[in-house]
């Protein structure tokens, strides 16, 4: 039985910029703030620590409890920023909590990035074979993998051209053919499977429909509240890190587009 | 959807599905740590592979590949060789031969592979971000690296050699468990530096600068014997005996037992500092990049 448990789980990281990434001038503030000694901690969302080095912490996720269980079809919504896609990353094993309990039973995987794990440099036929490598299949298989992706994605001579001479949608292209190939037990998507133009766009939700109903549990995060409302069987919405509401699909997503409606723009 | 069909059915049935994640990333830090480097152990082609793809896409379009270090190596020794075997009264027969092994293995060895350590983690910065690999895979892709580039640079001391009628002989064999160590403490290095240099980036042209200091103070364009009695203070500059036991046995000596201790003592010291740290800094790593 796959299922994802999640308790208390918070999460927050520093984000570097400046000042803060040299290190001597991180010593010299040390050096200093010791002979000051300032006290008092700052508490809020977004916290500045030190005052020459500003090392800015960003609380992403605070306090996170939820228990998946399987056959559910989760979205997840909330403004840009508010902890979606760092939830994705810490289901996804890519960022790591220090509190909290994490649990959860059966393989992953995520998409997160369309060119996630490919080398702009390689043709699109190498990053397949990288890709293969990656997910530790046979020879054969890598072979077939790549037949299929080359046919899906129908990207013509640009198969065998470094990725970086990819425009927009063809990468998006050639990633959402690799990414879509894996049958995991739990899925984890981005919004970004929403690209490409509309003759691929109906390609795409054949394969992508295909993949989520081999999984046994889907967590999708998007801004396309129609595509929610017709794949999740339950939503949770984020707010500054924090669950706002978690409940059906139907019940949320009216709350949601009501507080849409009523914060301007 | 009929296009999409057979290579998922294949990628169900042949790759060996991912285990079960349960509280994988659970535990102390240094629970966690070692699962990585489990992790790194199975996927380890990977990583061979990842080292082999920047080998050639450095060198993509380039008719000689690879041999391009050859040549500006080859380039560097025979004008170093006849400028300081004249500065240091030294015949060229016996100056020119240790100088182009001591160069390549300084600057396709040692140093490069510490000055690459730097940038382990800073370089597959998109990788770590969107897919879930050990972090040690991408140590071993700079390890693998930097053996190809050393591979390849070799090959212009081996030619001296031939020019000069020279033949280490059996000794050196020795040189093997020696650059097996160099290999190790290169992967130390990716978990020292690969993570301090992600956090504080002024730390790689430090690390830079003082490989040039060392350059100097360590016999690598000048022989030890040239220190008359003071050479036994050699023994305190760590990259002497790291040096000495690789090129003594290439040039047909065996090095001392004191050496090879000094070596052994200098990369476990090393190796617990570096443990040490990744282990502190693998969680946050990602935030840092």
Redesign the interface.
């Known amino acids: 039985m796959a299922h994802i448990r999640l308790e208390d789980i918070s999460l927050s990281?520093?984000v570097?910029h400046g000042n803060s990434?040299?290190?001597?001038k991180?010593l010299l503030a040390r050096a200093k703030s010791t002979m000051t000694a300032k006290t008092g901690a700052v508490g809020g969302r977004m916290r500045v620590s030190g005052n020459s080095t500003d090392v800015v912490e960003v609380q992403a996720l605070i306090n996170v409890s939820f228990t998946i269980s399987e056959g559910e079809r989760v979205g997840l919504v909330g403004h840009n920023g508010a902890g979606k896609s760092t939830l994705l990353r810490v289901l996804?094993?890519?960022?790591?909590?220090?509190e909290g309990?994490?649990?959860?039973?059966?393989?992953?995987h995520?998409l997160?990035?369309p060119?996630?794990?490919?080398?702009r440099?390689?043709t699109g036929r190498?990053n397949i074979q990288?890709f293969a490598?990656?997910?530790?299949?046979?020879r054969?298989?890598a072979l077939?993998?790549e037949?299929?992706?080359e046919?899906?994605s129908d990207l013509g001579a640009f198969f065998d051209l470094p990725v970086r001479l990819y425009s927009s949608g063809m990468s998006v292209r050639l990633g959402f053919a690799l990414a879509?190939?894996?049958?995991?037990r739990i899925l984890l998507m981005d919004e970004w499977f929403m690209a490409g133009d509309q003759k691929f766009q109906d390609?795409a939700k054949?394969?992508l429909e295909?993949?989520v109903d081999a999984a046994e549990i889907l967590v999708v995060t998007s801004h396309a509240l129609t595509v929610l409302r017709e794949w999740c069987t339950r939503i949770i919405w984020m707010e500054s890190g924090e669950i706002r509401m978690d409940g059906p699909t139907d019940d949320v997503l009216d709350a949601y587009e009501a507080a849409v409606a009523l914060t301007p723009a | 959807m009929s296009v999409s069909s057979p290579a998922s059915d294949v990628a169900r049935d042949k790759a060996p599905r991912r285990q079960a994640r349960r509280d994988a990333p659970r535990g102390s830090a240094a629970a966690r740590a070692w699962a990585d480097w489990k992790e790194t152990h199975r996927l380890w082609r990977l990583g061979v592979r990842l080292g082999w793809l920047d080998i050639r896409l450095r060198y993509r379009g380039s008719a000689l590949g690879p041999f391009w270090l050859t040549i500006t190596s080859a380039l560097m020794v025979a004008s170093m060789g006849v400028l300081y075997s004249r500065l240091f009264h030294m015949q060229l027969a016996t100056y020119l031969p240790f100088l182009s092994l001591s160069l390549t293995l300084w600057a396709a060895g040692l140093s490069s592979l510490i000055q690459e350590s730097c940038t382990c983690f800073l370089d597959a910065e998109d990788m770590v971000r969107s897919v879930q690999l050990p972090l040690l895979l991408y140590a071993v892709r700079v390890v693998v690296r930097n053996a190809i580039v050393f591979a390849h640079n070799i090959i212009v001391p081996l030619g001296v050699f031939a020019l000069y009628h020279l033949w280490p002989g059996m000794n050196a064999i020795l040189a093997i468990p020696a650059l097996l160590l160099w290999a190790l403490d290169g992967f130390a290095a990716c978990m020292l530096f690969g993570s301090l240099c992600a956090r504080f980036r002024d730390i790689s042209p430090i690390i830079g600068a003082f490989l040039q200091i060392v350059f100097y103070v360590t016999p690598i364009i000048w022989m030890p014997q040239q220190l008359g009695a003071k050479a036994s203070l050699l023994l305190y500059n760590p990259f002497y005996p790291l040096l000495e036991i690789v090129r003594a046995p290439l040039l047909g000596h065996v090095p001392s037992f004191q050496l090879w201790a000094i070596a052994l003592g200098v990369s476990a010291v090393f190796w617990a500092i570096a443990v040490r740290s990744f282990i502190r800094t693998r969680a946050r790593l990602v935030f840092w990049l």
């Not at chain 1, 990434?21 to 001597?24: A, E, F, G, N, V």
């Open positions: 990281f520093p570097l990434r040299s290190l001597k991180t996804a094993g890519i960022y790591e909590t220090g309990l994490l649990d959860i039973e059966g393989d992953t995520a997160i990035d060119s996630a794990g490919m080398n440099e390689l190498e990288l490598c990656r997910m530790g299949m046979s054969m298989a077939e993998l037949q299929d992706v046919t899906f879509t190939v894996p049958r995991p390609k054949a394969r295909g993949m």
